[in-house]
């Protein structure tokens, strides 16, 4: 990624396995910037509007599941949408549901990507590897 070494992502993702297996192939794919992960949508929100929250806004993206303990993707990527200090972050929803209504709802809410994670384990590394490519030619605001 451009600045990559400035670029936080924040991944949340309730399945170890899952973030695990994410971060591993974000690897493979050359990305080399921290990721940060948390594991339920309220961790996030604390994450991005609790304490010091504000002041790392400005070289974040976020990779979110929807389907969340506590509060869901849904709701995170509706809150984050609608408050002007987080509006513009890039949000990449990673999760297990093709639904067309889903994806729509999220288009809908502001989401930058969808991406549907395969069931395959083979499938599912392959599409975060093809992910890991992707981030490395998107650019990212500079401030928020």
Do not use: Q, W
Not at 29 to 49: M, Q
Not at 80 to 107: F, G, H, N, Q, S
Request: hydrophobic letters at 40%; proline letters at 4%.
């Amino acid at each position: 990624m451009p600045n990559s070494h400035e670029v936080t992502i924040l991944l949340v993702e309730d399945d170890a396995g899952h973030a695990r297996l994410i971060e591993k192939n974000l690897r493979r794919s050359k990305v080399c910037n921290e990721i940060r992960t948390v594991r339920d949508g309220a961790e996030a929100l604390d994450y991005l509007f609790g304490d010091g929250g504000p002041a790392r806004l400005s070289s974040l993206l976020v990779l979110l599941d929807l389907k969340l303990p506590k509060v869901d993707g849904y709701e995170v990527l509706e809150r984050m949408k609608a408050d002007e200090r987080t509006k513009v972050v890039p949000v990449i929803v990673l999760t297990t549901t093709d639904d067309a209504r889903e994806v729509a709802r999220c288009y809908e809410l502001g989401c930058n990507v969808y991406v549907t994670k395969p069931v395959d384990y083979e499938r599912f590394a392959e599409a975060v590897r093809s992910l890991g490519l992707f981030l490395s030619v998107v650019t990212i605001p500079e401030e928020v």
